[in-house]
């Protein structure tokens, strides 16, 4: 699967998944994986 988002306009921000998945049932799975406690892991959660 492509691990990039589709921007809507080219001003948004584009993320790349370190894992993105797909169950047999179609349910789409988004894995991020962070090495170190960094800084606003709360937003990045959610904007995810």
């Known amino acids: 699967m492509n691990p ?4 809507d306009s080219p001003r948004d921000k584009q993320s790349i998944f370190d894992i993105q998945a797909k169950t047999t049932e ?4 988004n ?18």
Request: net charge neutral; no cysteine; charged share 30%.
């Open 4 to 7: 990039y988002t589709d921007k």
């Open 26 to 29: 179609g349910q789409l799975i």
């Open 31 to 48: 894995v991020e994986m962070q090495l170190f406690n960094k800084y606003d892991n709360e937003k990045r959660t959610l904007y995810y």
